[in-house]
Nanobody, 130 residues
């Protein structure tokens, strides 16, 4: 059973940067699709970004349009952690950020669908406010 634990969320001012971390344990997640979703109050959970290790020693990445080069997803060499670097944060980036994992195929529509991921963390709160 894969467990995911997110850390790094906090209150920041507009324009600030923040790096979220997600530590995976309890299973072999090196080839899993690892993703970040977020959920604002009263809204549905939405896709932010995803990353997967490829057999050719490269990473495949996907980003939601709203990130517009502000966010960057990465993984550590041991492939047990995934990170989300968020720059130029806006008040509309406020929400609970969740880490998710699953055996998904890169490039498929499923990558951006929360229901397709069987493993989730508890979430970390990001608040962007002056």
């Amino acid at each position: 059973q894969v467990q995911l634990v997110e850390t790094g969320g906090r209150l920041v001012q507009p324009g600030a940067s923040l790096k979220l971390s997600c530590e995976a344990s309890g299973g072999t997640t090196s080839t899993y699709m690892m993703a970040w979703f977020r959920q604002a109050p009263g809204k549905e959970r939405e896709f932010v970004s995803a990353i997967q290790w490829n057999a050719d020693q490269t990473y495949w990445r996907s980003y939601a349009e709203f990130t517009k080069a502000r966010f960057a997803i990465s993984r550590d060499n041991a492939k047990t952690s995934v990170f989300l670097q968020m720059n130029s944060l806006k008040p509309e980036d406020t929400g609970v950020y969740y880490c998710a994992a699953g055996m998904l195929t890169r490039g498929s529509d499923a990558v951006k669908k929360a229901a397709e991921y069987p493993y989730w963390g508890q979430g970390t709160q990001v608040t962007v406010s002056a």
